[in-house]
């Protein structure tokens, strides 16, 4: 017994303050990292929002064209500038517009002009 006493005391091990200091940078590495991976992950997720509500702006469009319901009667023509000369152009304006984020009221918008 008192042998393997000798033994122990022979092993170098870690002292509380090796310890401590190890946690305390530990615990500064993920300060300093948490919150960039946090932002990359909600920059992500904002983005995934955005491009679906573009996707559902494009097929909704698309929709629009192959049988228009939403025709804007304000809009009946386009006017064309080049130089001196105006052109006008008699059509009908579509308009798609998504909210994709209701907590920061963003919103997409597609607007497409149809020559007659």
């Known amino acids: 017994m008192k042998h393997s006493i000798q033994l122990y005391k022979d092993e170098k091990a870690m002292t509380i303050a090796e310890i401590i200091v190890s946690v305390f940078i530990l615990a500064l590495i993920a300060a300093i990292v948490l919150p960039g ?15 679906s509500a573009v996707q559902e702006v494009q097929m909704g469009l698309e929709q629009e064209l192959l049988a ?23 059509g009908k304006l579509i308009k798609k517009e998504v909210e994709y984020d209701s907590a920061k009221g963003s919103t997409t918008e597609a607007k497409v002009f149809i020559p007659d």
């Open 37 to 51: 991976l946090l932002f990359g992950y909600r920059q992500v997720h904002d983005s995934g929002e955005k491009s």
């Open 68 to 90: 228009p319901n939403d025709v804007d009667p304000t809009i009946p023509h386009l006017q064309i500038q080049f130089g001196s000369d105006v052109y006008t152009v008699e």
